[in-house]
């Protein structure tokens, strides 16, 4: 009788698997980084608020230049990560309140309307009351319906930013005077009426539907390229050499610019509106 053959044991082989970390639940930083931006150029506005109340307009016009600059930067690299948020878009428009309503106004109330007391504060309240509105009804329309194809390079009214910049005129005048030794041109820049005249008038370019270019798709003609950078080039070194005569020199151009902008938005307006209805008329002539 023959026995059978024992079966060779077979070695159990366990092969160790890595444990897998716990994954992290929450927001990646790429979605974080544009409202960190945002919190940049909100301490920004706070600064100049603080610069101001010390009486240093020249660091506090600074400050204000560098929040406009982050708030600049901030939308279109949300846009970029595409990191876009309502949360984002609502703490966007409180900063720029402050940084653009709220530091401006009190800067030029501090650099002169003070001396008005009561009268020179109505400007600055109406200022900062205008850029809340102006802030509210852009908030509204990312809700409203679609716009017309040529509507969308084009802001109504004048955007935050740009408002704070023409606000701060009269004290980038004054800066520059201040630095030249130039007493007239300096009482003239911090003469209280002149500088309650600039606010009221920012105030209401806020607040109407004036359309203003956005420079987002603005398309340049050929012929205008170089011309448009030599004349950035001489900009950008005037900006070095001499900052507040730059400041000044881009009010005076914005508020030049306004005009040409009203009526290349006529213009295109009329171009779409006769495509539309062109093709009506012919089918019912």
């Known amino acids: 009788m023959t026995l059978p053959r024992p079966q060779p044991i077979r070695r159990l082989r366990y092969r160790l698997r890595p444990r897998q970390r716990p994954r992290f639940k929450g927001l990646s930083f790429n979605r974080v980084v544009p409202n960190l931006l945002t919190m940049i150029g909100l301490c920004a ?18 400050a204000i230049t560098v929040a406009a600059c982050i708030d600049g930067l901030d939308g279109r690299l949300a846009r ?7 949360f984002g878009a609502e703490f966007d428009s409180l900063a720029d309140f402050l ?10 109330y501090l650099w002169s ?4 007391r009561g009268y020179g504060y109505m400007p ?9 509105l102006r802030l509210a009804r852009f908030n509204a329309s990312l809700d409203a319906g679609p716009h017309p194809a040529y509507a969308y390079n084009f802001f109504t009214g004048v955007p935050a930013p740009a408002g704070a910049g023409l606000a701060l005129f009269p004290l980038f005048i004054g800066l520059e005077a ?4 130039w007493d007239w041109l300096l009482a003239a820049a911090k003469f209280p009426p002149f500088d309650a005249a600039v606010l009221i008038g920012t105030a209401i370019l806020l607040v109407s539907t004036l359309p203003v270019w956005s420079f987002k798709n603005f398309k340049v003609p050929s012929q205008f390229i170089l011309p448009l950078l030599l004349g950035a080039a001489l900009f950008v070194t005037l900006l070095v050499a001499d900052p507040w005569a730059a400041g000044g020199a881009a009010g005076v151009i914005y508020v030049a610019m306004l005009p040409f902008s009203a009526r290349s938005f006529r213009r295109l307006k009329r171009a ?14």
């Open 45 to 62: 506005g706070l600064t100049s608020i603080r610069f101001a109340l010390d009486g240093r307009f020249a660091a506090a016009a600074i």
């Open 80 to 86: 970029l990560l595409k990191a876009t948020s309502r």
């Open 99 to 108: 940084c653009f309503g709220v530091a401006p106004a009190l800067v030029m």
């Open 113 to 116: 309307l003070q001396s008005l």
């Open 124 to 132: 600055c309240v109406m200022f900062a009351v205008c850029m809340s």
């Open 178 to 181: 201040q630095s030249l030794g």
């Open 272 to 285: 779409a509106e006769g495509e539309v209805v062109a093709p009506e008329g012919d089918a019912t002539g």
